[in-house]
């Protein structure tokens, strides 16, 4: 388990994190390092995402990148992905999880990734991570941006759940089973939501981790959490009326997820260099660890005057 630093202080009533992941969505690179559109320089706003990644835990569960890895599908792309994670995941001693996203190519991503034979066959995989079990699907349909999920994932899928992990389930995938405000994407929405929900409903899958739209957004799906995760690369303007939101470069960002034993927590973290204050700090959590309940309140709680 990979309790963060902060957990041995435990001042709430809740138990601390048994697991903690970094949830990453559309990365969106190109072969040579090329700019998106001739205008993202997607590759500079991933390297500081990756900054702040080793700035917020020490030692996560692990990186999920819910899809998009690519624009492209160029077999370089994947290449240089690689080359930019894997020393970070190294360094903090955490697994890598690649889903695969409606601009990925399936034999490109498994050759350059995975290291598997090149082939059209669905990008799935599972994970036991001290106990939580996660498990990628392949949302993607070769040749198309829609989404789907095919039979036979459904019935893989039906299997592993037959039998709950101990710390439960978290499923990741591209397309969110969740509607959207914006119209463009339900036209490039999740097929066979129906189906998907039939098998999760009443397992243990405690939440969905999930992209494609360029902006964060949360919901519920067959009574389960979903979290869908911003994009790197650029995301949407959704400070716009519905039929105008268009992408920029900005408030790129990643999601830290805390697994806690009663309910997870999905907080957006921003990529960017802002003033920022410096009166809390490790010293301070220190400093409230030495006092008791009582004296933290009175120090920390009480209003001046009161």
Not at 44 to 51: C, G, I, Q, V, Y
Not at 281 to 301: G, K, N
Request: hydrophobic share 40%; glycine share 8%; net charge negative.
């Amino acid at each position: 388990m990979s309790e963060s630093p902060q957990s041995v202080y435990a001042f709430g009533r809740h138990e601390p994190a048994s697991h903690v992941i970094i949830h990453v969505s559309d990365t969106h690179f190109l072969a040579g390092g090329a700019r998106l559109g001739g205008r993202y320089d997607v590759d500079e706003t991933f390297s500081r995402t990756l900054e702040a990644i080793m700035a917020v835990h020490p030692h996560p569960s692990a990186i999920v990148i819910t899809g998009d890895l690519a624009d492209l599908g160029e077999p370089d792309a994947y290449r240089r992905l690689r080359e930019a994670v894997e020393p970070v995941a190294a360094a903090l001693d955490t697994a890598v999880v690649w889903v695969a996203g409606n601009h990925d190519e399936r034999p490109a991503l498994r050759a350059g990734l995975l290291d598997l034979e090149p082939s059209e066959e669905p990008v799935t995989s599972m994970w036991d991570l001290d106990g939580l079990r996660l498990i990628a699907l392949d949302t993607s349909v070769p040749g198309w941006h829609h989404g789907d999920i095919d039979e036979r994932q459904l019935d893989w899928l039906a299997g592993v759940l037959a039998e709950p992990a101990p710390h439960g389930t978290l499923l990741a995938m591209h397309h969110p089973p969740l509607p959207s405000h914006l119209p463009l994407f339900d036209i490039l929405e999740l097929r066979h939501q129906d189906e998907l929900a039939d098998v999760i409903r009443g397992t243990d899958v405690r939440g969905i981790l999930a992209g494609h739209l360029h902006y964060s957004s949360h919901g519920m799906f067959a009574g389960v959490p979903v979290s869908v995760a911003s994009a790197t690369c650029y995301t949407m303007n959704v400070a716009r009326p519905a039929p105008d939101v268009n992408g920029m470069d900005a408030a790129q960002a990643f999601q830290l997820v805390h697994v806690h034993p009663d309910t997870i927590t999905h907080t957006v973290v921003p990529v960017l260099d802002a003033p920022t204050g410096d009166f809390f700090s490790q010293e301070w959590l220190e400093r409230m660890a030495r006092l008791t309940p009582e004296q933290r309140l009175e120090a920390f709680s009480r209003k001046p005057g009161r």
